[in-house]
């Protein structure tokens, strides 16, 4: 009888746990907030994609602000790891990566980076939070990235 309670308990704990109640939130590409929902047992939407090696990444998996865009990054809300991959072009190279936390200060720099086309950047002991990533180039230009942090 016991080990019947037992069980149940378990089991009771074990739905109420997979049931809880969620807020979602969508983001557009700047990083706003452009939707918030409530949702009683529902599954998130990056619940049934999975998250691939770096290794098995296709460019079709990579993002892109634009079609003509030269950065490609995967994935975008990051979790753990972000992975950053561009072209090389003449007279036109990444020479560093800065990190900057949505209030403006610097987390993390890279540097020395001109002879790499990719760069993966590890965000899993950084703060949930929106992330700006700025790609200095060699000729002064620079990129801007925003990077949702779950």
């Excluded at 079709?60 to 975008?76: G, M, T, V």
């Amino acid at each position: 009888m016991i080990k019947n309670f037992t069980l149940l308990i378990l089991l009771l704990a074990g739905l109420s746990v997979y049931s809880q109640q969620k807020i979602r939130f969508e983001y557009d590409e700047a990083g706003n907030q452009k939707k918030r929902e409530y949702c009683i047992n529902c599954a998130s939407k990056n619940d049934n994609t999975p998250i691939k090696e770096f290794t098995d990444l296709k460019d079709s998996d990579l993002l892109k602000f634009s079609a003509e865009d030269k950065i490609s990054y995967y994935p975008n809300p990051v979790k753990e790891e972000l992975f950053l991959k561009w072209e090389l072009i003449e007279n036109k190279n990444v020479t560093s990566i800065d990190i900057f936390a949505i209030s403006g200060s610097l987390v993390e720099s890279f540097k020395n980076l001109t002879s790499l086309n990719t760069k993966t950047l590890a965000f899993y002991s950084f703060p949930e939070g929106i992330y700006t990533i700025v790609l200095y180039y060699s000729n002064g230009e620079q990129k801007t990235i925003k990077i949702v942090k779950k």
